[in-house]
């Protein structure tokens, strides 16, 4: 059973930066492809950002490419997400996902859920 926990949210100013972290628990963090998505008040879940397991592929929504950074550690089963310049449209709680394979961009293709870290941008 893998468990998720994010950590690092919080009230920032727009064009400031946040250092998201997801901690993972299980054997199987190591082959495990892990995502990044987020959800507004009234809006669907969105894809953010994905890592391949060997960290070697990475990918971004085209809202967020070029301010956030997406890296892991197996050593330590963690995943991070580096938020720079970060404005209005970014505000909405922040999950970390995990999927067994291949790279998927759609949240309904991962198995494990972080409780959700909640980040707010002020303008």
């Known amino acids: 059973q893998v468990q998720l926990v994010e950590s690092g949210g919080g009230l920032v100013q727009a064009g400031g930066s946040l250092r998201l972290s997801c901690a993972a628990s299980?054997?199987?963090?190591?082959?495990?492809?892990m995502g990044w998505f987020r959800q507004a008040p009234g809006k669907e879940r969105e894809y953010v950002a994905v890592?391949?397991?060997?960290?070697?592929?990475?990918n971004y929504a085209d809202s967020v490419k070029g301010r956030f950074t997406i890296s892991r550690d197996n050593a330590k089963n963690a995943v991070d997400l580096e938020m720079v310049r970060l404005n209005s449209e970014d505000t909405a709680v922040y999950y970390c996902?995990?999927?067994?394979?291949?790279?998927?961009?759609?949240?309904?293709?991962?198995?494990?859920w972080g409780q959700g870290t909640q980040v707010t941008v002020s303008s």
């Open positions: 996902a995990a999927r067994r394979g291949l790279v998927r961009l759609s949240s309904r293709d991962y198995d494990y």
């Open positions: 890592i391949s397991p060997s960290g070697i592929t990475t």
């Open positions: 299980g054997r199987t963090f190591s082959s495990s492809v």
